[in-house]
């Protein structure tokens, strides 16, 4: 079972952060887990001035009244004697909160996603979609004003994306360990496609009908096999209701699936690859977080290095 140890909650907005400080205490809790919110406040340009023409600390000002907005944040928390840190940075927010996840080793980061500041038709804003593609630590993008309590949890996997399973197996024990804490369902959904399918039926080496039939059913035949080999471990097969094997391009089958089933929570990975700083996101994410309303809850695969230090 997938626990969390150290939570670090990101209050970049000064309202809509009831019902995700709430999710983040709830999980806090249920994990064992020490939670921490954090603030950011900007670099102000001329602040050096300022403090040497009229003795003037506008920096130290700006985090003392933003410490003091998150201390009466979680007051109603810790009045009922949760412990709940707060702390303070200067810079840009996903900068910051990454150098900060790498010092403390934070092993979740939860934060409200942004309201009409990201690219159209989507509700993530840019510190958003920064934090997702390179925060090496599991990254929880709650919708604003969401309910405390998820009842549908969709588990996105794709066990040929993850040569050595771990990646797929961190999105099965999240999902499954969410679920169990918040007596919810999950469903499990792996979408599967023929490479150079309309080739093979328009395009010049275009197959009969038949042949074709017989390629389909096998390539679904192998990633039927694939996906119960990665389930066993979950007492899980491609025969329950739960699990969807769905033909069709990834991101818009997940995207769909989960507004057409009510989700509450996608978790699914980003596919960094360890080593090389820049490349931080597979374009199935990508697509997903650019399309879908639901809250979602990434992973990076074992040994991502994140281009932030």
Partial sequence: MK??????????????????????????????????????????????????????????????QRLRSLESLTRQYTDQGVPVYTTVARGKPFLEVIRAVQRNAYDLVIKV?????????????????HLLRKCHCPVWIDRPGERTAYRKILAAVDPF????????RLILDLATSLAEREHATVEVIHAWELAGESLLSHGRGRVSSLELDLLLKATEARHRESLDALLQPYGLN???????????????IITQHAQQEGTDLI???????AGI????????????????HTAVLTAKPDGFVSPVQ
């Fill in 3 to 64: 626990r969390f140890r150290n939570i670090l909650f990101l209050a970049d907005r000064e309202d809509g952060l009831t019902a995700g400080l709430e999710r983040a205490v709830n999980l806090a809790g249920t994990n064992e887990a020490r939670l921490t919110v954090m603030g950011v406040v900007p670099e102000v340009p001329l602040s050096g001035y300022i403090k040497r023409t009229y003795d003037i600390d506008l920096d130290e000002q700006m985090k003392d």
């Fill in 113 to 129: 996603a942004e309201q009409n500041t990201g690219e159209e038709g989507t509700m993530l804003g840019s510190t958003d979609m």
């Fill in 161 to 168: 994306d993850d040569e050595s399973g771990n990646l797929q």
């Fill in 238 to 252: 491609t025969q329950d209701d739960s699990v969807n094997l769905i033909k069709g391009q990834a991101s818009e």
């Fill in 267 to 273: 978790v699914m990975g980003t596919l960094g690859r």
């Fill in 277 to 292: 700083a820049g490349l931080f996101i597979g374009n199935t994410a990508e697509n997903v977080l650019r399309n879908t």
